[in-house]
């Protein structure tokens, strides 16, 4: 796993893996290299997140992951800053509308996805495609669905801890030895079942 972390930080490629979230954001960083997110350059990223837009309609329109709505009984869940969530007909998963709102680029959202499937593998997203609404893009992914607890903050910061992450403000952490923050652990964002903690939301910024 260490070698699989330090390949996403470094910007390189993945190999070996074959799943939609792995194959896009090879593809982006191939065209569009990849950098450490500086919070400050946010707003002057736009313009390449607006080129990756583009790209991606483009390629998801050719690779069969355009969508044109949601699967078939989707239930509405509820939305929060970035996504909307829904249940899926056979109750066995979310699926979450997302927009990438957090990112300053799409490839920050892929490297965010790769990195909570490989740390937090019980929640693992798989990406299902792209849809578009109101001239807005939105990734569709899809995770288990978990039945549990909100976990307490005390729990979230032990098991964080003893991963290398140290709690930076509120409920941010970060890694010294990858250089990975981690944000918004609070107890809606993790679940408790059976002592296990699984992280249903999570964002990742490589700095």
């Known amino acids: 796993m260490r070698e699989q972390l330090q390949n996403i930080i470094k910007g390189e490629l993945q190999k070996g893996s074959t799943d939609s979230c792995t194959t896009i954001r090879n ?10 997110t500086v919070k400050s350059e946010f707003e002057s990223k736009a313009i390449i997140k607006e080129e990756q837009v583009g790209f991606l309609k483009s390629y998801a329109q050719k690779e069969n992951l355009w969508l044109r709505s949601l ?9 929060g800053g970035e996504s909307k969530v829904f249940l ?14 957090y990112y300053a680029t799409w490839t920050e959202y892929f490297n965010s996805l790769l990195l909570h499937n ?23 992914i899809q995770q288990p669905f978990v039945e549990g607890d909100q976990a307490s ?26 250089g990975l923050a981690l944000e918004d652990m609070h107890d809606e ?19």
Do not use: W
């Open 189 to 207: 964002n993790v679940l408790a079942k059976s002592e296990v903690l699984f992280f249903i939301d999570t964002v990742f910024y490589i700095m």
């Open 71 to 79: 699967p078939p009984g989707s239930q509405y869940l509820t939305e």
């Open 27 to 36: 593809v982006l960083c191939k065209s569009f290299g990849t950098s450490p």
């Open 118 to 140: 490989l740390i937090f593998d019980n929640t693992a997203y798989s990406l299902l495609g792209f849809v578009e609404a109101d001239e807005k893009l939105f990734a569709v």
């Open 153 to 178: 903050l005390d729990h979230i910061e032990g098991f964080l801890n003893f991963n290398g992450f140290e709690k930076t403000r509120r409920q941010d952490y970060y890694n010294r030895e990858f």
């Open 88 to 101: 899926s007909e056979d109750a066995r998963s979310v699926i979450k509308v997302n927009d990438a709102g």
